[in-house]
């Protein structure tokens, strides 16, 4: 039962290991190694390493989406029916009333 619960934990650490080598840009592949061979210590180490140039740029365009994401969830109300729409609507889909 240990063994079971051991190797299950170190399958845990290689997931872990390769989400947070991918997240700072670095191989998936090498922080799934690292973090089974390594266990918790090699996902301290993978959690203190700096992101690359890669990484830099994958987190800067995941803060554009969730901005963007952010807007198109704006609501507001047609003046026409009422009725609530999204803040980036040209065109109310339920009365057909045009903003400008």
């Known amino acids: ?30 922080g799934v190694i690292v973090g089974v061979v390594m266990g918790p210590l090699g996902l301290l180490i993978g959690a203190i390493l700096p992101r690359t140039k890669e990484g830099r740029k994958q987190a800067e365009f995941r803060r554009q989406l969730a901005a963007e994401a952010a807007e198109y969830r704006k609501r507001q109300d047609c003046p026409s029916c009422r009725e609530e729409i999204s803040a980036c609507a040209v065109v109310c889909g339920f009365c057909g009333h045009r903003f400008d």
């Open 1 to 30: 039962m240990f063994l079971v619960i051991r190797i299950l934990l170190y399958v845990v650490f290689g997931f872990l290991g390769g989400w947070i080598a991918a997240r700072k840009g670095y191989p998936p592949r090498l």
